[in-house]
Structures are given as structure tokens and as C-alpha cells.
């Protein structure tokens, strides 16, 4: 049952070595979890104990344990948001000539649900909500009325509604925790107390929206019924999550495994070794899935046949569904394949790190290394000599959240738009965003937008102007995506594929009202030895272990290096231009589209090489 926040269990600070036990050992051993039998259902030997409290030690650097004193403000925090879901409740019931006596009794609720209600939260971690509110309750009146008295509040910073969203959301910064809180209205006259999310039923004749806001808890949920030890799963998830983020492919938005997909992976090996401890589970985490049949489904459970309309997934009955390249399906009704964002190079790259994954743990069980090495961050840029780096600047921090927000959703597609080119293998993007002051800027001051760039008009005071009237960007955010090609001496041309970027972001911007003056977004093409133009030295000369623990060698991109490159080709379009530069040139090349009054335009660095026409970039 979904719980308005957790209770101490939640504590994760407990320092004692972790010891064995048998407690239901027996029942496990004759149950069946998930869709097959367990593989092993062994106990823990002297050897597994001592790992598992290396694994624990191991961690705590990391800040992945929160403090008593910090779970006691989450659960503070949680407490007064809910006190204001039922003063808003009881409000809005008034309003609508509800009789007080009755306003009183409808109730609503706040159920947390994600990391922080699986219990693995890190420290500073937000916090996904859930409000409940029953059916006299418009979502209307959720992102107006109640977005009205969250701004009233003193405790409530950076509030934004993203009413427009799959799942729409209200984000804030709550007494210091950012919180991200959905909305679902039940059908119901009233909300009680102690309530369960988990029956199906309380979804006949909700629309979508309040369904998605609702399946977030419904998984939660769901997951910690169906792990063996919950305890065990959480450490493991722990690791497994801390080890995801640090190798660069924890991110659901850009094609990679987001926190629910991870929890799901772990709990299938929870099911698969019922008995075992967090360190035996990790290390058969990599084993079982750097060896997964893709797209071979990952279930938990057999699939609930509940008949109330709401789409599924299904490949025997939806065509789309067959084309899921490595599908993890949620355990509770209406199922979904979490991983819809996956793409072939992101698959790549998931697999590659599984396998890696697989050969460093065998060595921390075979004692030959520490659980550190596990966690060591490989260096992105020293896997690649081609990127293409994305940067999103504006003239206002509000701008700048929203518009990186925006991008970073239409990053998956470039993805896809760049795999589709045949002479391109991977294409492998840093979830990590960058911020930087903008290019070109003199001596690390806001860069003034180019003449005709922008077109100066009356606007809100807070954008900065200089003395000409051009709006001063003061945000710059960077992403980079690193390439592989298919073979050398080909002409590869990238115009298309960039240009169909930034007309979609472009082309949502303008649809969800998003265009500001001073918003631009580029894309430009550089070679590895031009990233310290954007990147401090301390990043890009940090080299990293192979699995045999050995340095590994720059360029050692997958299992497809990119040959040596020595020319970059220019070509342009009114929209997009990819310009020349030679081995001895420190000119990129650049595609820069800038946002005129709501339109985009496209403008251009010219090099001081000599530019020739064609549309390609040269691979040799």
C-alpha cells in the first residue's frame, strides 16, 4: 500500500555489518517469484557477508545515505505539503458550495513515490508526489488555485507548472527539497486516511492523464511486493543505480535506463537469487543481463488481465510494440515497456558497460580488486575523435531551465535521426549537461547576441541589454555526443540530420508558447582536440581503467574506434551551416539557429579557411 511518507525503515544509516539470515529462507526457497524459478536459491557463505559490508563501506562516499536528521526533514517537508493538499481540498470544496461539514470528511492524500518510496534516495535527492484529491476536484483547479497557494508560501522557491506534459507536474524547491508532484482525480466522493492505490478498479473511467500520474505509485508499489528481501533489493539497487550514473547511462529522457527501469532489472535478480546478499546480487546483476536475449521481455510478474480500455503492452496485439529494443515492462495495470526511449546506439552502449560490469565484479569477487573500481567514471572524451556538441544559451536563468528542458527531450531523436545516416555506428551522447558561459565571450563576460541575431523590442525588465539594446545572454548549457564512423574516407553529410533537430525543438517551442527572445540553440562539430574550448583540462586528461584494471587507451570508443581523421569539409544551408577547418585550423563547425521574434533564423561563423560548398563532413 502506497504510504503519505515513509516511515523509519526508510533510514538507511545503519552502519552495522550486515549479517545472515534465515528469515523465511524456507518459504523462498519453495516459491516461485516472477515468471520462472529462481536460478539459485543458496544461502549467503562467510565470504558474501564480508563483500556485502565492503559494498556498504564502499558506497558511503558516494552520498548515497541519507542522515536521520535529513530523513527527518523529507518527512517534515512531506507533512506540511500535505497539510496544504487538505487546506486546498477543504477550500476548493467551499467553493464549490460543498457544505462545511462535508468539506471536512473528503480528505486527499500525498503519496511519494520513485527512489525516495523504494528507500534508496541519495542525498539531495528530489522527491516524486503524488495528490490525491476525489472526483469534485478539477485538474483545472490543481495548476490554478493550488499553484496560487504553493506561491504564497514562503517555504516554496522556484515553483513552475508544466501543465502541458505526457504527465503533467508541478516542480518545486520545498524548504530546501526539490519536489516533483503529479495530480490524479479519483472517482470518488472522498479520499480516506489509509488508502490503497493498488486496486485496479480504481481506474474505470479515469482519463489518461490521471492514469500515468497514478501508475508511478501503482509500480512502486508493486516492485516492493514482488522482491524477495526488500532490504537486500535496496542496497543492490543502491549500487547498481550509483554504478549507472557514474558510467553515463542512467537517463530514461535521452534513450538510456531511467530509476524505474533500474529498480525492475534489480528486482528480477532479486527473484532469480532469492537468498543471496547485495554483493552476490550484483555481480549476478551484470552476469544475467550482460547475457539477456534482446528484446526478450524483462517481466516481474505474469500480466494482470484487467478489461478497462487503457492501451498495454502487447506485441501480439500492437505492431509498434515489436520494435522495443529492450523492453522492461511495468509490473502493475495498465503495463508499459519503460524503456520506449531506447535507441540501437544506446542498446550498445547499455550492453557494452553490462559486459564491462561483468568482468570488473568477477575480479571483486575473485578478491583481485575493491568495489571502487566499480564505480570509477569512465572518460567519455577519450573514447571519441568526432563530437557534436549542442549548446542552449538564453538571457534569464527561468529561460534557461525551460529551454534546456526542452532540448534535452529532443535529444533522443537527433539520436535516432543520426543512426539512421548509414556511415555513422554510434552515436553515443554524455547524459551530463555542462553549463559554461557562452563561446566567444570576452574574458569570460555575457556574450552580447550578434547583430541580427535578435531583434531588440520592449521586454520583461529582467533580460539584460547593453548599450545597443541587444540582449545579453548570461546561460549557456552544453551537451556532447560523441561519433563513431563505419569506415574512413567517406563523405558523411550532416545537414539534414541537424537541421531536423532544431526545427522540431523549434517547432515545440512555438507550440507550447516557450519562445523567448535571446533563446538560441546551436550544434557544432568538433574534433577531440578542440574540447578545451568548452572543457576544463581536469576532464579531458582524467584517463580510464579497462576491467583488467590496466589505463585504458584514448580512442577506445566500444568496439568501434573511429579511424584517424584529418578533414572536416563546409557546407551550408539558409538554416544550418557545417563549415571547414584543417588539421591546423581552430575553427568548428558550427549549426546555430537563433530565435527572431519566434521564428528561426540561421547564422554563421565564417572561417578564416578557405570554404568550399559541399555538404559533407570528410572521414579519413
Same mark, same amino acid.
Given at each position: 500500500?502506497?504510504?503519505?511518507? !515513509?516511515?523509519?525503515?526508510?533510514?538507511?544509516?545503519?552502519?552495522?555489518?550486515?549479517?545472515?539470515?534465515?528469515?523465511?529462507?524456507?518459504?523462498?526457497?519453495?516459491?516461485?517469484?516472477?515468471?520462472?524459478?529462481?536460478?539459485?536459491?543458496?544461502?549467503?557463505? !562467510?565470504?558474501?557477508?564480508? %563483500?556485502?559490508?565492503?559494498? %556498504?563501506?564502499?558506497?558511503?562516499?558516494?552520498?548515497?545515505?541519507?542522515?536521520?536528521?535529513?530523513?527527518?526533514?523529507?518527512?517534515?517537508?512531506?507533512?506540511?505539503?500535505?497539510?496544504?493538499?487538505?487546506?486546498?481540498?477543504?477550500?476548493?470544496?467551499?467553493?464549490?458550495?460543498?457544505?462545511?461539514?462535508?468539506?471536512?470528511?473528503?480528505?486527499?492524500?500525498?503519496?511519494?513515490?520513485?527512489?525516495?518510496?523504494?528507500?534508496?534516495?541519495?542525498?539531495?535527492?528530489?522527491? @516524486?508526489?503524488?495528490?490525491?484529491?476525489?472526483?469534485?476536484?478539477?485538474?483545472?483547479?490543481?495548476? #490554478?488555485?493550488?499553484?496560487?497557494?504553493?506561491?504564497?508560501?514562503?517555504?516554496?522557491?522556484?515553483?513552475?507548472?508544466?501543465?502541458?506534459?505526457?504527465?503533467?507536474?508541478?516542480?518545486? &524547491?520545498?524548504?530546501?527539497?526539490?519536489?516533483?508532484?503529479?495530480?490524479?482525480?479519483?472517482?470518488? %466522493?472522498?479520499?480516506?486516511?489509509?488508502?490503497?492505490?493498488?486496486? @485496479?478498479?480504481?481506474?474505470?473511467?479515469?482519463?489518461? =492523464?490521471?492514469?500515468?500520474?497514478?501508475?508511478?505509485?501503482?509500480?512502486?508499489?508493486?516492485?516492493?511486493?514482488?522482491?524477495?528481501?526488500?532490504?537486500?533489493?535496496?542496497?543492490?539497487?543502491?549500487?547498481?543505480?550509483?554504478?549507472?550514473?557514474?558510467?553515463?547511462?542512467?537517463?530514461?529522457?535521452?534513450?538510456?535506463?531511467?530509476?524505474?527501469?533500474?529498480?525492475?532489472?534489480?528486482?528480477?535478480?532479486?527473484?532469480?537469487?532469492?537468498?543471496?546478499?547485495?554483493?552476490?546480487?550484483?555481480?549476478?546483476?551484470?552476469?544475467?543481463?550482460?547475457?539477456?536475449?534482446?528484446?526478450?521481455?524483462? #517481466?516481474?510478474?505474469?500480466?494482470?488481465?484487467?478489461?478497462?480500455?487503457?492501451?498495454?503492452?502487447?506485441?501480439?496485439?500492437?505492431?509498434?510494440?515489436?520494435?522495443?529494443?529492450?523492453?522492461?515492462?511495468? !509490473?502493475?495495470?495498465?503495463?508499459? &515497456?519503460?524503456?520506449?526511449?531506447?535507441?540501437?546506439?544506446?542498446?550498445?552502449?547499455?550492453?557494452?558497460?553490462?559486459?564491462?560490469?561483468?568482468?570488473?565484479?568477477?575480479?571483486?569477487?575473485?578478491? =583481485?580488486?575493491?568495489?571502487?573500481?566499480?564505480?570509477?567514471?569512465?572518460?567519455?572524451?577519450?573514447?571519441?575523435?568526432?563530437?557534436?556538441?549542442?549548446?542552449?544559451?538564453?538571457?534569464?536563468?527561468?529561460?534557461?531551465?525551460?529551454?534546456?528542458?526542452?532540448?534535452?527531450?529532443?535529444?533522443?531523436?537527433?539520436?535516432?535521426?543520426?543512426?539512421?545516416?548509414?556511415?555513422?555506428?554510434?552515436?553515443?551522447?554524455?547524459?551530463?549537461?555542462?553549463?559554461?558561459?557562452?563561446?566567444?565571450?570576452?574574458?569570460?563576460?555575457?556574450?552580447?547576441?550578434? !547583430?541580427?541575431?535578435?531583434?531588440?523590442?520592449?521586454?520583461?525588465?529582467?533580460?539584460?541589454?547593453?548599450?545597443?539594446?541587444?540582449?545579453?545572454?548570461?546561460?549557456?548549457?552544453?551537451?556532447?555526443?560523441?561519433?563513431?564512423?563505419?569506415?574512413?574516407?567517406?563523405?558523411?553529410?550532416?545537414?539534414?540530420?541537424?537541421?531536423?533537430?532544431?526545427?522540431?525543438?523549434?517547432?515545440?517551442?512555438?507550440?507550447?508558447?516557450?519562445?523567448?527572445?535571446? $533563446?538560441?540553440?546551436?550544434?557544432?562539430?568538433?574534433?577531440?582536440?578542440? #574540447?578545451?574550448?568548452? #572543457?576544463?583540462?581536469?576532464? $579531458?586528461?582524467?584517463?580510464?581503467?579497462?576491467?583488467?584494471?590496466?589505463?585504458?587507451?584514448?580512442?577506445?570508443?566500444?568496439?568501434?574506434?573511429?579511424? =584517424?581523421? =584529418?578533414?572536416?569539409?563546409?557546407?551550408?544551408?539558409?538554416?544550418?551551416?557545417?563549415?571547414?577547418?584543417?588539421?591546423?585550423?581552430?575553427?568548428?563547425?558550427?549549426?546555430?539557429?537563433?530565435?527572431?521574434?519566434?521564428?528561426?533564423?540561421?547564422?554563421?561563423?565564417?572561417?578564416?579557411?578557405?570554404?568550399?560548398?559541399?555538404?559533407?563532413?570528410?572521414?579519413?
Amino acid at each position: 500500500m502506497s504510504k503519505m511518507w !515513509p516511515a523509519s525503515q526508510y533510514s538507511h544509516t545503519n552502519t552495522q555489518p550486515i549479517k545472515a539470515t534465515n528469515e523465511h529462507q524456507n518459504q523462498q526457497n519453495l516459491k516461485t517469484l516472477g515468471m520462472t524459478s529462481a536460478i539459485s536459491t543458496a544461502g549467503p557463505k !562467510p565470504i558474501d557477508i564480508e %563483500k556485502t559490508n565492503d559494498l %556498504k563501506v564502499s558506497l558511503t562516499p558516494f552520498g548515497v545515505f541519507e542522515s536521520e536528521a535529513e530523513m527527518h526533514h523529507r518527512m517534515e517537508v512531506l507533512g506540511a505539503l500535505h497539510r496544504l493538499v487538505r487546506q486546498w481540498i477543504r477550500d476548493e470544496s467551499l467553493r464549490k458550495n460543498m457544505p462545511p461539514s462535508v468539506a471536512d470528511t473528503v480528505g486527499g492524500n500525498i503519496y511519494t513515490f520513485g527512489s525516495y518510496r523504494l528507500g534508496v534516495h541519495h542525498r539531495g535527492a528530489d522527491i @516524486d508526489a503524488l495528490c490525491v484529491a476525489p472526483r469534485h476536484i478539477e485538474r483545472c483547479d490543481y495548476f #490554478l488555485t493550488f499553484y496560487d497557494l504553493l506561491k504564497q508560501q514562503p517555504q516554496v522557491k522556484d515553483l513552475r507548472a508544466v501543465e502541458d506534459a505526457f504527465v503533467p507536474v508541478i516542480k518545486m &524547491n520545498f524548504d530546501g527539497i526539490e519536489i516533483d508532484l503529479l495530480f490524479a482525480r479519483l472517482a470518488l %466522493k472522498e479520499i480516506p486516511d489509509s488508502f490503497d492505490l493498488r486496486d @485496479d478498479m480504481l481506474l474505470k473511467n479515469l482519463d489518461q =492523464k490521471c492514469v500515468r500520474s497514478l501508475n508511478g505509485c501503482r509500480v512502486t508499489d508493486e516492485i516492493l511486493r514482488l522482491v524477495p528481501n526488500i532490504n537486500n533489493f535496496r542496497l543492490t539497487l543502491r549500487a547498481i543505480k550509483l554504478w549507472a550514473k557514474r558510467h553515463g547511462i542512467y537517463s530514461n529522457t535521452l534513450g538510456y535506463l531511467g530509476g524505474v527501469s533500474w529498480a525492475m532489472l534489480v528486482a528480477r535478480t532479486c527473484q532469480l537469487y532469492p537468498n543471496a546478499l547485495p554483493a552476490t546480487l550484483v555481480h549476478k546483476f551484470f552476469l544475467v543481463f550482460s547475457q539477456w536475449k534482446w528484446p526478450q521481455p524483462v #517481466l516481474l510478474k505474469q500480466p494482470d488481465h484487467v478489461n478497462l480500455g487503457f492501451p498495454v503492452w502487447d506485441p501480439r496485439v500492437n505492431v509498434a510494440d515489436r520494435y522495443h529494443l529492450m523492453p522492461i515492462i511495468t !509490473p502493475a495495470y495498465p503495463q508499459q &515497456n519503460s524503456t520506449f526511449n531506447v535507441s540501437a546506439s544506446t542498446r550498445t552502449i547499455i550492453m557494452e558497460e553490462f559486459r564491462l560490469g561483468l568482468a570488473v565484479t568477477d575480479e571483486i569477487m575473485l578478491g =583481485k580488486c575493491g568495489w571502487e573500481r566499480l564505480f570509477e567514471a569512465p572518460n567519455f572524451f577519450s573514447r571519441y575523435k568526432h563530437f557534436i556538441v549542442l549548446l542552449a544559451s538564453s538571457a534569464s536563468a527561468d529561460d534557461q531551465l525551460q529551454w534546456c528542458g526542452l532540448i534535452e527531450s529532443k535529444i533522443r531523436h537527433l539520436i535516432a535521426t543520426l543512426e539512421r545516416n548509414q556511415h555513422i555506428t554510434i552515436a553515443h551522447v554524455n547524459p551530463e549537461c555542462y553549463n559554461s558561459v557562452p563561446l566567444n565571450t570576452n574574458n569570460g563576460q555575457p556574450l552580447a547576441l550578434p !547583430p541580427g541575431s535578435t531583434i531588440p523590442r520592449e521586454t520583461s525588465p529582467e533580460l539584460n541589454k547593453n548599450d545597443k539594446g541587444e540582449v545579453v545572454v548570461n546561460h549557456c548549457s552544453m551537451w556532447f555526443i560523441g561519433l563513431v564512423f563505419e569506415k574512413t574516407n567517406v563523405n558523411v553529410d550532416l545537414t539534414y540530420d541537424i537541421s531536423s533537430f532544431t526545427k522540431a525543438v523549434l517547432y515545440q517551442a512555438e507550440n507550447t508558447n516557450m519562445l523567448r527572445e535571446g $533563446l538560441t540553440i546551436e550544434a557544432r562539430h568538433v574534433r577531440r582536440k578542440q #574540447l578545451h574550448q568548452y #572543457l576544463s583540462a581536469s576532464l $579531458l586528461c582524467r584517463r580510464e581503467r579497462t576491467a583488467s584494471g590496466n589505463k585504458r587507451k584514448p580512442d577506445g570508443a566500444l568496439t568501434h574506434p573511429p579511424k =584517424k581523421s =584529418k578533414r572536416l569539409s563546409e557546407s551550408s544551408t539558409d538554416e544550418v551551416s557545417i563549415l571547414s577547418y584543417n588539421d591546423d585550423s581552430n575553427s568548428s563547425n558550427l549549426c546555430e539557429v537563433n530565435i527572431q521574434n519566434g521564428s528561426a533564423n540561421g547564422t554563421a561563423e565564417t572561417p578564416k579557411a578557405d570554404a568550399s560548398t559541399s555538404s559533407t563532413i570528410a572521414c579519413t
